[in-house]
């Protein structure tokens, strides 16, 4: 597929956010050249596509780099309880329940809202790894898969089953070694863990010092918070992220610091469920890797990076009771790049030939993106979801004007999760 998009304001994100009039030209999957107003153009080609951006704005698209999509079902399901009570009431016995077919369907719902928002990639932990890198990879949508290793539903074996097969299934999949979290998994089933990450030099990712009580509990087993913890275990040799991080003490950042492991901030997960603000201002002056997650459906609601951004910037101003402590490119870049470099994918945030065509574009024509007296300000502290006019992923255009390309109908899958929604909690 050999795409035009011209008429275009282009996005680079470099150290100076540059903002260029021009066009973008896409074949087989990867971002063919870049054209800047001015400059000569290349002998004229056929195209099967051309779009007339409008000035409106393409820039690389938001990696979500924390979620479970499948859990769109649970929904405003039981919101506004105390997190256990919500977690072994209503979400541990619903999702027992669960059927491939159901995981499938409720992970479809989550790829239109990925798709409608911007998001071109998602790093997602949840029951099924296989049938979720399929979902992915047919909706033509890219994801790196994390194992959410625990001692409830998933076995080792089974993780080192998945890490080869899904490392090689689709160009549009990748996998992670992950465990859900340190208060979740045994310690011989970490050090057998351990095991592995040494011996394929790979990272690990996992929820961590998400609230006070996980972090209670980690040093009344083993007399360390969660991070020290799984550190002192060599899980991190390799790298890594975890996710969530609101409780991480000193000692720890430096840990993460030394280790290269990614904080992924999850804010609106973090205020819903009253977990806590992040530390983000310390985490950035120490120069911990940041990336932007929108955690699952349950505990957010929505899988919204603008709202992830809005909310990431003015916490963080506001814990540190500091309007200037953060700046708006600073979110931008965690929201695009970091997420890219946390899943491990290109992450060098620019618009330019050879990388992939993971685009998308931004309707500056909406009243809440004018006037342009700052772009990167606008897409932090006032831009929406209802601002994507087209998401792009390899290439191939999944979103466009409201209209869905993901390989199934978008109406039908609406009309199941209903009806899948309705047996699992009636059932
Ligand atoms: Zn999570």
Not at 15 to 31: F, N, P, Y
Not at 49 to 63: A, P, V, Y
Not at 203 to 223: K, L, M, Q, W
Not at 362 to 368: A, L, Q, T
């Given at each position: 597929?050999?795409?035009?998009?011209?008429?275009?304001?282009?996005?680079?994100?470099d150290?100076?956010?540059?903002v260029r009039?021009?066009?973008?030209?896409?074949?087989?999957?990867?971002?063919?050249?870049?054209?800047?107003?001015?400059?000569?153009?290349?002998?004229d080609?056929?195209?099967?596509?051309e779009?007339?951006?409008?000035?409106?704005?393409?820039?690389?698209?938001?990696?979500?780099?924390?979620?479970?999509?499948?859990?769109?079902?649970?929904?405003?399901?039981?919101?506004d309880?105390?997190?256990?009570?919500?977690?072994?009431?209503?979400?541990?016995?619903?999702?027992?329940?669960?059927?491939?077919?159901?995981?499938?369907?409720?992970?479809?719902?989550?790829?239109?809202?990925?798709?409608?928002?911007?998001?071109?990639?998602?790093?997602?932990?949840?029951?099924?790894?296989?049938?979720?890198?399929?979902?992915?990879?047919n909706?033509?949508?890219r994801?790196?898969?994390?194992?959410?290793?625990?001692?409830?539903?998933?076995?080792?074996?089974?993780?080192?089953v998945?890490?080869?097969?899904?490392?090689?299934?689709?160009?549009?999949?990748?996998f992670?070694?992950?465990i859900?979290?340190?208060?979740?998994?045994?310690?011989?089933?970490?050090?057998?863990?351990?095991?592995?990450?040494?011996?394929?030099?790979?990272?690990i990712?996992?929820?961590?010092?998400?609230?006070?009580?996980?972090?209670?509990?980690?040093?009344?087993?083993?007399?360390?918070?969660?991070?020290?913890?799984?550190?002192?275990?060599?899980?991190?040799?390799?790298?890594?992220?975890i996710?969530?991080?609101?409780?991480?003490?000193?000692?720890?950042?430096?840990?993460?610091?030394?280790?290269?492991?990614?904080?992924?901030?999850?804010?609106?997960?973090?205020?819903?469920?009253?977990?806590?603000i992040?530390?983000?201002?310390?985490?950035?002056?120490?120069?911990?890797?940041?990336?932007?997650?929108?955690?699952?459906?349950?505990?957010?609601?929505?899988l919204?990076?603008?709202?992830?951004?809005?909310?990431?910037?003015?916490?963080?101003?506001?814990?540190?009771?500091?309007?200037?402590?953060?700046?708006a490119?600073?979110?931008?870049d965690?929201?695009?790049?970091?997420?890219?470099?946390?899943?491990?994918?290109?992450?060098?945030?620019?618009?330019?030939?050879?990388?992939p065509?993971?685009?998308?574009?931004?309707?500056?024509?909406?009243?809440?993106?004018?006037?342009?007296?700052?772009?990167?300000?606008?897409?932090?502290?006032?831009?929406?979801?209802a601002?994507?006019?087209?998401?792009?992923?390899?290439?191939?255009?999944?979103?466009?004007?409201?209209?869905?390309?993901?390989?199934?109908?978008?109406?039908?899958?609406?009309?199941?999760?209903?009806?899948?929604?309705?047996?699992?909690?009636?059932?």
């Amino acid at each position: 597929m050999n795409i035009r998009l011209y008429n275009a304001r282009i996005l680079d994100l470099d150290a100076s956010h540059t903002v260029r009039s021009g066009e973008v030209r896409v074949l087989d999957g990867k971002i063919a050249e870049v054209i800047y107003d001015g400059e000569i153009k290349p002998e004229d080609r056929i195209f099967d596509r051309e779009i007339d951006c409008k000035g409106n704005l393409l820039m690389r698209g938001f990696n979500d780099a924390h979620t479970h999509s499948a859990m769109t079902f649970l929904r405003s399901l039981a919101d506004d309880k105390p997190t256990p009570k919500w977690l072994e009431e209503d979400i541990f016995p619903h999702e027992a329940k669960l059927t491939d077919d159901d995981i499938a369907d409720f992970q479809r719902l989550a790829i239109m809202e990925y798709v409608s928002g911007g998001i071109v990639s998602a790093m997602d932990m949840y029951l099924r790894p296989d049938v979720t890198a399929e979902v992915f990879a047919n909706a033509g949508m890219r994801a790196v898969i994390v194992s959410g290793l625990n001692d409830f539903t998933s076995s080792l074996s089974e993780l080192e089953v998945q890490y080869d097969r899904l490392n090689s299934c689709s160009p549009l999949i990748s996998f992670k070694a992950g465990i859900h979290a340190e208060y979740t998994t045994s310690r011989d089933k970490l050090e057998k863990l351990s095991a592995f990450v040494h011996d394929k030099k790979t990272g690990i990712y996992c929820h961590a010092s998400e609230t006070e009580s996980e972090v209670g509990g980690c040093i009344e087993r083993y007399g360390l918070p969660p991070v020290k913890f799984l550190a002192s275990l060599g899980l991190f040799d390799f790298g890594g992220g975890i996710y969530h991080g609101v409780h991480v003490t000193d000692e720890e950042i430096e840990i993460l610091k030394e280790k290269e492991v990614y904080t992924v901030i999850n804010s609106a997960s973090n205020c819903k469920l009253a977990s806590g603000i992040a530390p983000l201002k310390k985490l950035y002056d120490k120069g911990i890797k940041l990336a932007i997650g929108t955690d699952g459906p349950a505990s957010n609601n929505c899988l919204d990076m603008f709202r992830e951004m809005y909310l990431t910037a003015v916490l963080c101003k506001l814990r540190e009771k500091d309007a200037a402590c953060i700046d708006a490119s600073v979110i931008l870049d965690m929201a695009v790049k970091g997420g890219a470099g946390c899943m491990g994918l290109e992450d060098s945030g620019l618009i330019s030939a050879g990388l992939p065509a993971d685009i998308i574009m931004i309707d500056m024509n909406r009243p809440n993106m004018q006037p342009v007296n700052n772009i990167v300000k606008n897409l932090v502290y006032s831009g929406q979801t209802a601002n994507i006019k087209m998401t792009m992923v390899s290439g191939r255009i999944l979103y466009y004007n409201g209209e869905y390309d993901l390989g199934f109908d978008p109406e039908e899958v609406i009309g199941r999760c209903g009806e899948r929604t309705n047996k699992i909690v009636s059932g």
